[in-house]
């Protein structure tokens, strides 16, 4: 039992920082995504005997937080209402309520698509995984990722369209140069 415990941590260290950062900015705060990741490593920790190859650790892990993510967001509605924040796609310079504007639009484009949806653009835009890395994890091709990220950006940008209409302004008044980005970058590999 300790040869398997000792050889999980082995494989959580080089990812540690990574997947903690990931589970906090899916949860969209720290105490929330520090306790989403503690539970992921208390049950892969007690699944990881029935992981038949180590060398897919990673996905096996990623797969593991997304799942349990999407189960939290299936919870009770009280507990659905998860702000989603990311200072690294947020770069408003000094101005605090542009960067506030800009978090608040980036919170209703992500309330426009699903968990998974929700974790594809995390992974593939702030933690910078590449197509094949995301197709592996998931099971699926690259070329379904692909299509995934594009109709994932189109529901996002027409949720921002939408509401920015409703405000009066227009779409590149008010978003900032990394908004137009997630909402616009093509999925290259």
Request: glycine share 4%; charged share 30%; with cysteine.
């Amino acid at each position: 039992m300790n040869e398997i415990r000792d050889d999980f941590w082995k494989q959580v260290e080089p990812e540690h920082l990574k997947a903690r950062a990931f589970c906090r900015k899916l949860m969209g705060n720290r105490d929330d995504g520090d306790d989403l990741y503690q539970d992921c490593l208390i049950h892969a920790l007690s699944k990881y005997n029935l992981l038949r190859d180590k060398a897919a650790f990673k996905p096996w892990l990623y797969r593991l937080i997304v799942n349990s993510f999407k189960n939290r967001i299936k919870s009770p509605w009280w507990k659905r209402a998860l702000p989603f924040t990311s200072d690294e796609m947020i770069s408003a310079g000094n101005d605090p309520s542009a960067a506030h504007m800009a978090k608040f639009r980036l919170e209703k484009a992500f309330k426009a698509v699903s968990p998974d949806d929700r974790a594809l653009i995390t992974l593939f835009e702030m933690h910078r995984w590449k197509i094949s890395e995301i197709a592996e994890m998931t099971g699926s091709t690259e070329g379904a990722i692909k299509v995934r990220l594009s109709r994932t950006r189109q529901k996002m940008r027409k949720s921002l369209t939408e509401y920015l209409k409703q405000s009066g302004s227009t779409v590149h008044e008010l978003l900032t140069k990394d908004e137009i980005c997630v909402v616009s970058r093509s999925a290259k590999d």
